[in-house]
């Protein structure tokens, strides 16, 4: 115990006193003799400029409120006073200059913001070290910065130094490594690459869970982060449920009237509207391909020879031909036309195509008078688009006749044709035109506020509704 009153005694005070036994019970139980030495506690001492603290301070409650010029203001005439006082390369320097990155940031100069953040890292890396905690908050503050920028792998890169730094001076089981996590999803989600993202996502929610709880805030904001990305990626019904999540934890945690636990419930409406939408889309896309097999059926039933020339062309045809000629030996087939032999013509398709005409003409189907024009069945590639648009064979000669007198009236082919007024093209794909002129979901939705500025910047890619078969 007496050597533990001499340690205090020489840490604390200073005073370095002789190695015996005192009695500590009487009056006066140290002489002025057993003082050794005077030691020196503090080699230097720390300014402390109040007018600067306060400046500080109130800058804080300005930007809180949204008033960026007012706190621009403070931070700067803080920052004047501070480099005056303790010089440039001070931790209250590099705080002013975190704030004022903050403004510039909100305020949409990044430039402006990534510059007094580099001052920032320059100083804490001097001041304090490249182990400590703020030099790697510094690297992720960059990072987000440069992300606004565009440049992402940049970005990345210095995501990279802050998770190793706070690896060296915090460990990799650690609340800010979590945090990391998630801005790096937020970096690869609007790259697109999503995989990516989900496995940071995924990482972050498992530490968070394993060291603060299931039932912790930060938790949740993991769970709605997931929910973004999963609505991003279309998966509606998953957004659903980790929003849920979400408000069950909110809930318990701030109570059901708390700002962010109505906005995760807006989320749950939107996620789970958007759920039911897609699922009247499937079930519409269904139910159009069904009826379109049914035309497609009737057709085939309705002309028995026309069926026996697809049998005979998928047998005999292989798959080295093209449509154009299997189209081309089909209509012989049925309406008794000869294929010329030549180069490029299937051998096996012609004589599968003579084998049904002759067939044809024994049984007294569609036999064709000398100089008396027979209307010819539906080509393959019209038959085909039948089937995948639901259309008629009515509707396209309609269409086609449509374009025959467009182009009778003077319509010149290097003019630009109205996409509303064409027929849908026959490769299934929309032209130009038609899909700059359709209207982008997405965007149009008014998506609820998120769990803060941080995470809102995850909805910015909607996933993009597919373009509707024409009816």
């Known amino acids: 115990m007496m050597m533990d009153i001499m ?10 006193i002789a190695a015996r036994k005192y009695d500590l019970d009487s009056a006066s139980p140290f002489q002025t003799a057993d003082i050794l030495n005077l030691q020196p506690v503090v080699k230097h001492s720390v300014p ?12 804080k409650v300005q930007l809180a409120e949204g008033m960026l010029t007012e706190a621009y203001t403070l931070f700067s005439e803080a920052f004047s006073i501070l480099q005056q006082v303790t010089g440039p390369m001070h931790r209250e320097v590099a705080n ?21 953040q580099h001052k920032e890292l320059i100083i804490n890396e001097r001041c304090l070290g490249l182990d400590h905690p703020d030099t790697a908050h510094s690297y992720g503050n960059m990072a987000l910065f440069y992300h606004g920028l565009n440049q992402t792998e940049l970005a990345l890169r210095h995501m990279s130094r802050a998770l190793l730094l706070l690896s060296l001076s915090s460990g990799p089981d650690h609340p800010d490594v979590a945090a990391t996590f998630i801005n790096v999803a937020m970096m690869y989600q609007d790259i697109g690459k999503m995989n990516t993202a989900l496995r940071y996502l995924q990482e972050a929610l ?22 973004i990305a999963f609505n991003c990626m279309g998966a509606f019904k998953l957004s659903h449920q980790h929003e849920k999540k979400t408000y069950e934890i909110l809930v318990k945690q701030l109570g059901e009237e708390d700002s962010r636990t109505r906005d995760s419930q807006n989320w749950m409406k939107t996620f789970k509207m ?25 057709i085939l039933k309705s002309n028995p020879d026309l069926m026996h020339a697809f049998q005979a062309a998928a047998a005999a045809g292989g798959s080295g031909s093209s449509g154009a000629s299997a189209s081309k030996s089909l209509n012989a087939a049925v309406i008794g036309d000869a294929v010329p032999r030549g180069r490029g013509i299937d051998e096996r398709a012609a004589r599968a195509a003579a084998e049904v005409r002759k067939k044809a003409a024994a049984r007294g189907l569609l036999i064709r008078p000398h100089g008396v024009p027979v209307q010819a069945f539906p080509p393959l590639t019209q038959l085909l688009n039948i089937i995948n648009s639901g259309m008629t064979p009515d509707a396209v000669d309609n269409d086609e006749a449509e374009a025959a007198k467009k182009e009778a009236n003077g319509h010149q082919g290097n003019e630009p044709a109205d996409s509303k007024n064409e027929p849908p093209p026959k490769s299934g794909k929309e032209p130009a035109d038609a899909k700059s ?5 997405g965007k149009d939705d008014q998506a609820p506020v998120g769990l803060g500025k941080g995470l809102a910047s995850l909805d910015g890619k909607k996933q993009k509704t597919k373009p509707k078969v024409a009816a």
């Open 48 to 59: 402390v400029c109040s007018e600067a603290k306060d400046l500080v301070e109130t800058g």
């Open 437 to 441: 002129e359709q209207p982008k979901s």
């Open 274 to 298: 958007r759920e039911i939408q897609l699922n009247a889309q499937k079930q519409k896309g269904q139910a159009l391909n069904a009826a379109s097999a049914q035309k497609a059926i009737d």
């Open 96 to 116: 002013c200059c975190r704030y004022l990155a903050m403004v510039l940031y909100h305020a949409g100069d990044m430039a402006g913001a990534i510059m007094q």
């Open 7 to 16: 340690a205090i005694l020489t840490l604390k005070v200073g005073i370095t």
């Open 206 to 227: 498992k530490k968070n869970e394993r060291l603060l709880g299931e039932e912790h805030i930060q938790t949740a904001v993991c769970y709605h982060a997931l929910a």
